[in-house]
């Protein structure tokens, strides 16, 4: 309100000639910083004149001058080369102005005030005049509840025509997006969105497609369509059984080479890579006792899931704050273990690249410390992989730090490289543990031969074994391409987070309302951008991403910068357009000297590094985890076929093909895999909420859902990643959950990340189970809301090869009201007079069943999962479930 107040005096009221200057420039200087953006520098140059003027006046004015000391940025170059520019680098913290701050939290209360006036109509609507939309909406079932459930109806599905487009053409620089509709008014956010047969292009600033691998050129696609056409997409099992082909071994030997490491383990997605890599690597097999992980505060959600489910101890340190970082390994080698006892080993992870705030991770500084403190580093390459560096090396080569000084790299394949998949390399000690342990690798279905055929033809294309100098040029192109972007953007006004030569780049609107109408505006002139809200990013500090592309040219650029500007002049989002000449130069140069100082900053590698004092008397375990003696057999099975491509002469009982849909495609299936490659390329570089949904995707949905008599099914990119995303999406804290002692680890991984009750029985034994429905939740209700009982079950156990008894099961869901989840991934497609399933087989319609969990990758041969139920159900899960919302289609 102070701020407000000066705003006006200083614009309506000029100072006369008797005012008093020390008291005007107070004025002054709050309109200022209550207009626009003010950095470290700005608060603390303008800091002098509150100050003083604040002592005149007394303590009445202290809490204000408290509010705007707190605003200002922490951090800085006050103690420039402190402990070698640790201090001086420290990463800003993001602030606003109080203005911002109060027409942010405004837009907040209008969408709330909207969202109550809303409700109130709509169960007015229901109570009065009965129609089926509010009817509908008020009998709904809800997957979340109080603010969450508030939040989700009322706040995201106003804006939520800015999420899920879906696109109609190939990732290109420029794409066509589908046109959707649904009525306007108040009640609009209750109904649904209609594809119409209207398409927008529009310039591609959505997608993670940095190198343009993804669609038709003259290498990568070419070699996938021969692949696709001559073995289908389906591997036949996981790498241990049978799975393995030669492309994943010729695959693996070009990324260990492309990386300069002893071996390399490639999988079907990214997201699963950090999920299922990570237990292994964190010794899961012991309970993961004794290792302490040190994570970036802004680690993707692949990262998060993987170490909690390694049961490692974590511990979050400040975004790329190396001092915090410092602190935490001083912590964990001086005083161990909570009780005394020393950690086996402390592992560091960080992010190549951010994909949230675009910047890098300072890994010079990360590799001196972690060798300082006899740590070991995991370093997430899935943005920066073949977006940086001269030959598309990663960060590793931007930043001058030698491969052997990282011991766990991961990279995904589903952005550059413009396909799906990722990787993990390392030594071939780390590697061949990973193969015998990870379930990545002994219980996901082998990567896809045509994605493993496309990275291989990427790589090589970077490496300059095909196409020449092409890679090299690629990646030229690309770095100019965002290094363009970015500075225009900057001159613009814009608030711009990220570094020079990052391809993402982000720009802070602090508005939800500015957020969907900045993405709204540029849909309409034929510029397609993702926009980042809460609770992904907190709450104020909304955004809007750009991803550059080597496809891009400069007039495309040019314009949709020209755009743009006036979108951010039209929408009020240009914060620093008021900034002082002499700021923007001292930015700029602080920029570009925080840009030298990732490059040349002091590196200690593993063997010059002197050893911290507090690290000096501790020895910590060997990285790749200790094999477990009772294993030894099934170990070194598992490590051999892994590594040894199957001959595909001999009859393998190994593998699941019971249509034969590996073995003899079926004529339409190659007819569709040709049509689709040629519409939509070979990737889509982004995840379904983000222009990754496409035509085949809501054809699929709606075929399943036609299939099995649904309302609705919602598709996953992978079968590893389907069981673990239901479950925690649909489980809420306090629920019961029923599983059968033999579930496979799908679902058992699910549940871990979820905080439920778990009663584990064996589903044939149907006293325990009605035992277990009978006692219901241990609290019966939770903060409002009533507690749920699941009854989670598999039509064909993996582990037995038994049949659920599935009749009984639903009868007694049906009478003590639980909800069953069924998971059909070896029986779709195999049990029933037409492949429905168990509930097919049993005579039982899929309605009566609340979630059916499905595979594409056993006895259809394809790639992916689904989860179909009623409506609600499956929308709630394009919101909660990660291997949706964080994973690339």
């Known amino acids: 309100v102070g701020c407000c107040a000066a705003a006006i005096i200083a614009t309506y009221f000029p100072p006369g000639k008797a005012s008093r200057p020390r008291s005007w420039a107070m004025v002054t200087a709050l309109r200022d910083f209550a207009v626009s953006e003010k950095r470290d520098s700005d608060l603390e140059a303008q800091w002098p004149v509150v100050s003083s003027w604040t002592a005149s006046v007394g303590s009445i004015c202290e809490p204000h001058s408290k509010l705007l000391r707190c605003g200002s940025r922490v951090g800085g170059s006050k103690n420039a080369g402190v402990k070698a520019g640790i201090e001086r680098f420290e990463p800003e913290k993001l602030t606003m102005s109080l203005w911002v701050k109060i027409c942010a939290y405004f837009g907040y209360f209008l969408m709330v005030a909207l969202g109550v006036l809303r409700e109130f109509v709509a169960r007015m609507c229901a109570l009065l005049c009965r129609d089926n939309l509010t009817r509908g909406y008020v009998t709904r079932e809800r997957w979340s509840s109080g603010w969450a459930d508030f939040y989700k109806q009322h706040m995201y599905k106003f804006i939520a025509d800015c999420f899920n487009r879906p696109i109609a053409s190939a990732p290109d620089a420029t794409f066509d997006v589908i046109v959707r509709s649904r009525p306007a008014g108040l009640l609009a956010p209750l109904h649904d969105f209609k594809c119409t047969e209207e398409v927008q292009t529009c310039l591609n600033l959505a997608s993670h497609h940095y190198l343009g691998f ?38 693996e030997m070009e990324v260990a080479k492309f990386l300069s490491k002893g071996d390399a383990l490639v999988l079907g997605t990214g997201f699963a890579t950090n999920s299922t890599i990570l237990p292994a690597l964190f010794d899961a097999q012991a309970g993961g006792p004794g290792i302490l992980v040190l994570s970036d505060a802004l680690n993707h959600r692949s990262i998060v899931e993987g170490v909690r489910l390694s049961g490692a101890t974590v511990r979050a340190f400040a975004h790329n704050s190396m001092s915090a970082l410092e602190s935490e390994l ?3 080698v001086k005083d161990g273990q909570p009780g005394g006892t020393p950690w086996r080993k402390v592992f560091i992870v960080v992010e190549g690249i951010y994909s949230m705030d675009g910047d890098f991770c300072r890994l010079r500084e990360v590799v001196t410390l972690k060798n300082r403190y006899k740590a070991y580093l995991y370093l997430d390459e899935a943005n920066s992989i073949g977006a940086v560096g001269t030959t598309g090396r990663g960060v590793t080569e931007l930043l001058g730090v030698p491969t052997s000084e990282i011991e766990v790299m991961m990279g995904s394949f589903s952005k550059s490289f413009g396909g799906i998949g990722g990787y993990v390399a390392a030594s071939c000690e780390v590697i061949d543990t990973l193969r015998k342990h990870a379930p990545g690798s002994i219980f996901a279905s082998a990567m896809s031969p045509p ?20 890679g090299v040029n690629k990646m030229k ?8 972007f970015r500075t225009q953007l900057i001159k613009e006004g814009f608030k711009v987070l990220g570094d020079v030569d990052s391809p993402v780049i982000l720009v ?4 939800p309302w500015k957020m969907a109408s900045f993405s709204r505006e540029c849909f309409n002139r034929g510029i397609a951008v993702a926009i980042v809200g809460y609770p992904v990013v907190p709450v104020l500090y909304e955004r809007v991403r750009f991803c550059i592309s080597a496809l891009h040219t400069r007039p495309q650029l040019e314009q949709a910068i020209k755009q743009i500007a006036e979108i951010g002049r039209t929408v009020g989002v240009l914060y620093e357009k008021a900034l002082p000449a002499t700021v923007m ?12 100082w990732l490059r040349e900053a002091p590196l200690e590698t593993a063997t010059a590094a002197p050893f911290a004092e507090e690290a000096q008397a501790w020895r910590p375990e060997p990285i790749a985890p200790m094999a477990v003696q009772a294993h030894a057999a099934i170990s070194k099975a598992a490590l051999e076929a892994s590594k040894t491509a199957r001959s595909g002469e001999q009859l393998d009982l190994r593998l699941f093909d019971p249509l034969s849909y590996m073995e003899r495609p079926a004529a339409a299936t190659q007819l569709a895999i040709e049509e689709t490659i040629r519409v939509f390329g070979f990737g889509s570089c982004s995840a379904r909420g983000f222009y990754g949904s496409t035509r085949s995707h809501l054809d699929l949905e709606a075929k399943i859902s036609e299939f099995l008599g649904t309302e609705s099914t919602i598709a996953y990119p992978a079968g590893v990643v389907t069981a673990s995303s239901v479950l925690p999406a649909l489980v809420q804290p306090g629920d019961l959950v029923i599983l059968d002692t033999e579930a496979h680890l799908g679902l058992r991984t699910g549940l871990r990340l979820c905080k439920a009750q778990v009663a584990w029985v064996s589903l044939e034994n149907l006293e325990s189970v009605e035992n277990s429905l009978a006692k219901g939740p241990a609290q019966p209700k939770r903060g409002g809301r009533r507690q749920r009982t699941f009854l989670v079950a598999e039509a064909l156990v993996q582990r037995t090869g038994r049949l659920a008894p599935l009749r009984e099961l639903i009868r007694l869901k049906e009478k003590y009201g639980a909800l069953l989840i069924l998971d059909e991934s070896l029986s779709f497609g195999v049990l029933g007079a ?14 009566r069943i609340d979630a059916v969990i499905g595979s594409l990758e056993h006895a259809v041969a394809g790639v992916g999962g689904f989860c179909a139920g009623p409506k609600s159900l499956v929308d709630h899960q394009r919101l909660a479930g990660s291997g949706y919302c964080f994973t690339c289609s």
């Open 508 to 511: 802070l609107l602090h508005h």
């Open 330 to 332: 001083k912590r964990a």
């Open 451 to 470: 994605l493993a055929a496309h990275a291989l033809s990427a790589l090589r294309v970077l490496a300059g074994a095909q196409g020449g100098s092409l």
């Open 834 to 847: 037409t492949g429905r399933g168990l509930h097919e087989k049993d005579g039982i319609e899929a309605s």
């Open 477 to 484: 192109s690309l770095r100019d391409n965002a290094n363009f």
């Open 214 to 251: 993804g669609i038709e050129d003259e290498f990568c696609v070419p070699e996938a369509r021969a692949e696709a056409l001559k073995v289908g997409f389906f591997s036949g099992g996981p790498r241990t059984e049978g799975g393995t082909l030669q492309i994943h071994r010729d695959l």
């Open 585 to 596: 130069s001292a930015r700029a140069a602080h920029g570009a000297e925080y840009a030298a």
